[in-house]
């Protein structure tokens, strides 16, 4: 379900999809914790953690994110994550054009068997490696534009737009009509 119970107090169910390695988890944890810690384990199956965002209209967004595990043996349970997800953050890494495909296989798969009206974002991570970029900013935000989402780069290491991106989410989610 996209939203939650009242007016002003909204819930949505998010999930992370992106290959190993892009910093789906450590951009949960800079979210959630305010963290980023250099160590971080890899993500087995998947992992929940749930973060309420403050908007300036004093409406709060619930966010139930779901962070999976990249590795092609759990991709058979994705439609588990993102069955009756509001929200997906599909992230690739500047650095590796080959993330940057994978993300494009998430999005049709998104396409293909996500809720029609999910609000999705495609994530290049890892902003702070600008000087070994690999996927151009204009090539991804073209990208994003033929297929309804939204594009922004982050760094969960220096946490540049970690918060944007979130708002951004909650902006975009269906309000319900009272
Ligand atoms: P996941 O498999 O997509 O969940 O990726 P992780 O969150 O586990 O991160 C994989 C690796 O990338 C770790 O070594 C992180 O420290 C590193 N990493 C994640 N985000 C960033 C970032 O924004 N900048 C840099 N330089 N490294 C990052
Ligand atoms: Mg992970």
């Not at 209209?57 to 990249?70: H, L, N, Q």
Request: hydrophobic letters at 40%.
């Amino acid at each position: 379900e996209n939203s939650g119970t009242d007016l002003k107090n909204l819930r949505v169910k998010l999930v992370l999809l992106g290959d190993s390695g892009v910093g789906k988890s450590c951009i949960v944890l800079r979210f959630v914790r305010g963290q980023f810690d250099p160590t971080s384990k890899v993500t087995v199956g998947a992992s929940f953690l749930s973060q309420t965002l403050a908007l300036e209209d004093s409406t709060t967004v619930k966010f139930e994110i779901w962070d999976t595990a990249g590795q092609e043996r759990y991709a058979a349970l994705a439609p588990l994550y993102y069955r009756g997800a509001g929200a997906a953050i599909v992230v690739y890494d500047i650095t590796s054009s080959e993330s940057f495909n994978k993300a494009q296989y998430w999005v049709k798969e998104l396409q293909k068997h996500g809720s029609p009206d999910m609000i999705m974002a495609l994530v290049g991570n890892k902003a702070d490696l600008h000087d070994n970029r690999s996927v151009s900013s204009q090539d991804a935000q073209e990208y994003a534009e033929r297929n309804t989402m939204f594009f922004i780069e982050t760094s969960a290491k220096t946490a540049d737009n970690i918060n944007q991106l979130f708002e951004e989410i909650a902006k975009r989610l269906p309000r319900p009509t009272p």
